[in-house]
């Protein structure tokens, strides 16, 4: 049997995690003298690397000595917390990073959570080290109070820290210590990390904790062996959470190393590999032997706590943008997206209307931003909390929010919470005039927020929130204070008219943008809306000069990108987002609508 050791890392948004696992896989030599990669190659898709985020999570494998390391890494943004629950089940170590700065953070505390709860064995690696501001010592000092209060055991608190700059490939065991590489960190994660349980020898059972998908073997399970051997053109069954089991056969079983697949023969107990085959094959499900068939537990998928509304566009430029525009396409792309997106879910919502629910706003753009990207056109609706009955009584998703904010604005941001009923649990000085200062807010109450908090902080301040839990209802909560500045025609947006409607608010088009009436085109900086005129020409003049009109000087529009805009709107608006656009509206588009439906 070989010697394998499967670790999770696991981190807040931006510690480091997938910049640790690169420098892993360098100074492993798994990258291969002559191997080209790029910076955190592990964030592979299109929306990770330009975002510089991980949004799902990915396996690799290294060797170290004669040890065989699988390595999960994580995304530690909150909308993707369900996936990092999955996967801390699939390995019997983690590597916990925090930031030398920033200490513990939201999301620090969801995964140390789940982790210690579900009793693995932590390595705790301090971050960024490296970083002028960091505060090694007082960091050490939050994550054994974190680990107290979530009631690790003592094996648990007796973790192990590592010191690092992950970014520069440097690691030590004590902040005393010269720099080293991280030889300290492969030794410790074999040294600490218990071998797999379970043996080859038993009968065959390994669970399902993401999907993939390919063109030409479909459906793929990644899967961690909990006993037993698998072979390519094994016949198997496969235990699907309702208690159903379904025969199926391995058509090939893919093997993982550094950035690379390969088709593999055979796997055995505590590996980690890819199964193809199973067309039907879903997270939590275990493939079992066949004369033997025994379910693994299933896995717990966390509920969506957001939900939108994509509709077919019907706007007045509808069709002119986009490849996909008819509710079948868009059905069709929303069922395939949750074959493989097990956090996501989506139900018809009436004549070309999908009600799409997620874990938040960054997990339904994202959706969003890809749909775009392969051409489709579509509305979104104002996102809406989930709000469901537990024992008799209503209840709303709950979030922890952190932010930290210049001290002389504390005030103000705390003022603007309270009125989103959020609650404050802490306030502490953070050093270099800052504070950082927790809260426990209904998720509603944090919907057009950040917007909001990084004008009142003249974008100083950062803000990080996490799901907290469900909690009863906490009424209504106050929502975007501005009105809308609506345009009355259809046309191309003329610089004069633009120049002329600055004084009314912020405008989020420039000239020759297409507009149309109803068509959302700026913040009132007023509370009510206002029917404005965009293409109007200079007066007195019908010849439109674009001289005279580029002369014009503008403020540059207020750059609406998807997840701006859906923070945004409100109730009775809409998004229309296309391959080249997005365009905010009202849902009627005429005054008289509107003024037919608010009486
Ligand atoms: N100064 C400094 N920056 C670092 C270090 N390690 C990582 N970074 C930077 O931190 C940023 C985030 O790094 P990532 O590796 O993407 O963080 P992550 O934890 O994978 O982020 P998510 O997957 O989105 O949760 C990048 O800009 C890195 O270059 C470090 O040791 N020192
Ligand atoms: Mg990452």
Not at 38 to 67: F, P, V, W
Not at 200 to 208: G, L, Y
Not at 373 to 400: A, L, N, Q, T, W
Request: with cysteine; aromatic share 6%; proline share 4%.
């Amino acid at each position: 049997m070989q010697k394998i050791r499967n670790i999770a890392v696991i981190a807040h948004v931006d510690h480091g995690k997938t910049t640790l696992v690169d420098g892993l896989l360098e100074q492993s030599g798994t990258f291969g003298d002559h191997e080209a990669h790029e910076e955190r190659a592990m964030d592979s898709n299109d929306l990770e690397k330009e975002r510089g985020i991980t949004i799902l999570s990915k396996n690799t494998a290294i060797r170290y000595k004669d040890h065989k390391i699988n390595i999960i890494d994580t995304p530690g943004h909150a909308d993707f917390g369900g996936e990092v629950e999955r996967v801390l089940k699939m390995v019997d170590g983690v590597l916990v990073l925090v930031d030398a700065y920033e200490g513990v953070m939201p999301q620090t505390k969801f995964v140390v959570k789940k982790m210690l709860a579900l009793g693995k064995k932590p390595i705790v690696v301090i971050n960024k080290i490296d970083k002028p501001s960091a505060d090694p010592e007082r960091v050490v000092d939050e994550m054994f109070d974190l680990f107290t209060q979530m009631d690790a055991d003592d094996d648990q608190l007796d973790f192990p820290i590592i010191y690092a700059a992950a970014r520069d490939g440097i690691a030590k065991m004590d902040m005393e210590e010269e720099d080293g590489n991280f030889q300290c960190i492969f030794e410790t994660i074999v040294n600490e990390v218990p071998l797999p349980e379970g043996s080859p020898d038993n009968p065959a059972q390994a669970q399902v904790f993401t999907l993939d998908y390919d063109n030409y073997v479909g459906k793929i399970g990644i899967s961690r062996i909990f006993n037993g051997r698998l072979k390519k053109g094994d016949s198997v069954k496969l235990a699907k959470a309702d208690g159903e089991m379904v025969a199926g056969k391995i058509s090939k079983l893919i093997g993982f190393h550094g950035l690379n697949r390969m088709e593999i023969q055979e796997a055995e107990a505590g590996d980690i590999v890819a199964i193809a085959g199973m067309e039907t094959v879903d997270v939590g499900d275990t493939v079992c032997d066949p004369v033997n068939p025994v379910a693994l537990d299933p896995m717990h998928v966390e509920e969506p706590t957001l939900t939108v509304v994509f509709s077919v566009n019907d706007s007045p430029l509808a069709g002119q943008e986009g490849k996909h525009v008819t509710g079948n396409k868009i059905r069709e792309r929303l069922e395939a997206e949750m074959t493989t997106n097990v956090a996501m879910k989506f139900e018809a919502a009436g004549e070309g209307q999908f009600r799409v629910s997620g874990r938040g706003e960054l997990q339904i753009t994202v959706l969003a931003e890809n749909m775009r990207r392969e051409g489709f056109e579509f509305g979104i609706s104002r996102p809406e909390v989930i709000v469901k009955e537990i024992e008799g009584v209503k209840c709303e998703p709950f979030e922890h929010l952190v932010i930290d904010v210049p001290e002389d604005l504390g005030g103000t941001v705390i003022e603007r919470l309270g009125k989103r009923k959020a609650e404050m649990k802490s306030m502490l000085p953070m050093g270099v005039g800052f504070q950082r200062i927790e809260f426990e807010i209904p998720a509603r109450g944090l919907i057009g927020f950040r917007g909001q908090f990084l004008t009142d902080t003249k974008g100083e301040g950062v803000m990080n929130h996490s799901f907290l839990e469900f909690r009863p209802y906490s009424g209504s909560v106050e929502s975007r204070q501005y009105g809308a500045l609506i345009s009355t025609e259809k046309g191309e947006a003329m610089a004069f008219s633009i120049f002329n409607l600055q004084d009314r608010g912020g405008m989020f088009i420039k000239p020759q943008d297409k507009v149309y009436e109803g068509m959302i085109i700026g913040e009132h900086s007023r509370s009510n809306d206002l029917s404005v005129n965009p293409i109007k020409g200079k007066a007195q003049s019908n010849v439109r000069s674009s001289g005279a009109d580029e002369a014009i000087k503008l403020v540059p529009p207020r750059d609406m990108n998807l997840e701006k805009a859906l923070e945004w709107i409100e109730d009775d608006e809409l998004l229309e987002v296309t391959p080249e656009s997005v365009r905010i509206r009202k849902r009627l588009l005429t005054e008289n609508e509107r003024k037919r439906a608010s009486r």
